[in-house]
């Protein structure tokens, strides 16, 4: 890199780290957008974007990167599959949220977000990593000073925005840890093609078995991507399964996949699984520290992740926008972000992240969900049931909102975050300083 100085640096050029790049550039920050890896390139993710991501997405003006007419599937909901019953669920009508959401590959939508940030002003270096950080005492407050990148360039900056996912190793040097014990999600993905690719639901199958008929722990998921990405007319299909340090999910998700496939390859007329990436993804917030004086970490690095689904794009392009946001705000405060940007995190998602995780966790206990699948999946609660559950998978509840089914999940999770700072100290440092 030839560049040494900046105002804002953002280490990670995907979703979080191309928005926060984006808007900040627009701000008329002077930005530097770094990745290690050069673009486009791939992303082990479910690419599905529910409407709160396409939400999310037109904050940033970015709608047009899944419009319709773009060649990008419209998704009217979810179709769940398992326990002898099978429910379709449609977005619920929201007053912020459009009742539509989408799915595109990870290639596509992450190097198009790069474009965006750079055509925004942001400066773009790419097939570098970055390797350490040089902090300095401020009125006692550690700072951060300069980015160090493996090929020996010192990049000094006034704001640090760390975007690199969950395997941040810049966030491990500041502190950053993530909470093992707490649920986490084992995930496996591939791409298949399919004359189906323009099919207008998201199907997830709630009960998984193997090549032998034994059930598995875990789920499976199909994003329809369209006829016209990178992978023409294909899916998204992968498999997944929650897991804790108590109960840990003792399942292989790519043999799992394969299995998975050949199951649904009559219906789908599926190809060959291709593409097959696997990881490990910390969910609920459960990091340690997320801030410090003059740098935040943001979207998965921050650990912002639905336990329930896995979904994170959304809290990426939001917490991404936030954060720059609060910047002139930080310009005047001594503590910086310190102390304001953890606390933003759990005001907008404490709550909501608490009660996902113990439900998340509950259902990780052998023969739950085979007893209470049944009873969501068929008989009259089976509709209103999924609805429901349409709902909270996809993020559609906000502070705002005054519906019964709204005030219930959001009294249910002050509860929840309540019995985690009281009863639970491995909890209490989540969103911590």
């Not at 009742?99 to 773009?124: F, H, I, K, P, W």
């Not at 020996?152 to 941040?168: K, P």
């Not at 005054?402 to 700072?421: F, I, P, Y």
Request: aromatic content about 6%; proline content about 6%.
């Amino acid at each position: 890199m030839n560049d040494t100085a900046c105002e804002v640096l953002v280490v990670g050029a995907g979703p979080a780290g191309s928005a926060a790049a984006h808007r900040a550039a627009l701000a008329g920050r002077d930005v530097l957008l770094v990745d290690m890896q050069d673009f486009p390139r791939d992303k082990t993710c479910g690419d599905g974007l529910t409407p709160r991501a396409v939400h999310a997405l037109d904050r940033l003006g970015a709608s047009d990167l899944v419009a319709a007419d773009a060649g990008r599937p419209e998704i009217r909901g979810l179709k769940l599959h398992g326990f002898g019953g099978s429910v379709t669920a449609p977005w619920p009508a929201h007053p912020r949220f459009p009742a539509r959401g989408t799915a595109v590959a990870r290639s596509d939508l992450d190097n198009a977000l790069v474009e965006r940030a750079v055509a925004s002003g942001a400066r773009l270096s790419t097939g570098v990593k970055a390797v350490d950080v040089d902090t300095e005492l401020v009125r006692g407050a550690r700072r951060v000073r300069a980015v160090v990148f493996a090929d020996g360039t010192r990049v000094r900056c006034r704001y640090l925005i760390l975007a690199e996912g969950v395997r941040s190793g810049l966030a491990r040097t500041l502190g950053t840890q993530w909470l093992r014990g707490l649920v986490h999600g084992v995930a496996a993905r591939s791409y298949c093609a399919s004359p189906l690719g323009d099919e207008p639901w998201i199907h997830s199958h709630l009960e998984l078995r193997d090549d032998d008929g034994v059930a598995q722990p875990g789920y499976g998921w199909i994003f329809p991507l369209g006829t016209e990405g990178t992978h023409g007319s294909a899916v998204n299909l992968g498999c997944g399964a929650l897991s804790t340090s108590q109960r840990p999910a003792k399942v292989n998700v790519r043999k799992l996949l394969a299995s998975y496939a050949a199951q649904c390859r009559d219906e789908w007329a599926l190809g060959e699984p291709t593409h097959v990436a696997s990881a490990l993804l910390p969910m609920g917030g459960e990091v340690t520290r997320v801030a410090g004086t003059n740098w935040a970490a943001v979207g998965d690095t921050a650990a912002l992740v639905n336990p329930l689904n896995g979904e994170g794009i959304d809290y990426a392009l939001e917490s991404a926008a936030d954060v720059v946001d609060m910047l002139p705000d930080a310009d005047h405060c001594p503590d910086g972000l310190r102390h304001m940007w953890p606390a933003h995190l759990r005001g907008r998602y404490g709550d909501a992240f608490s009660l996902a995780r113990r439900a998340a966790t509950l259902l990780t206990r052998p023969g739950l969900l085979s007893a209470l699948g049944p009873v969501g999946m068929r008989g009259p609660l089976a509709e209103p049931l999924m609805g429901t559950a349409a709902r909270l998978m996809g993020n559609l509840v906000t502070p705002e909102d005054r519906d019964l089914t709204a005030r219930a999940w959001l009294a249910a999770g002050r509860l929840s975050s309540a019995h985690d700072r009281f009863w639970h100290a491995e909890s209490r440092p989540l969103f911590g300083v």
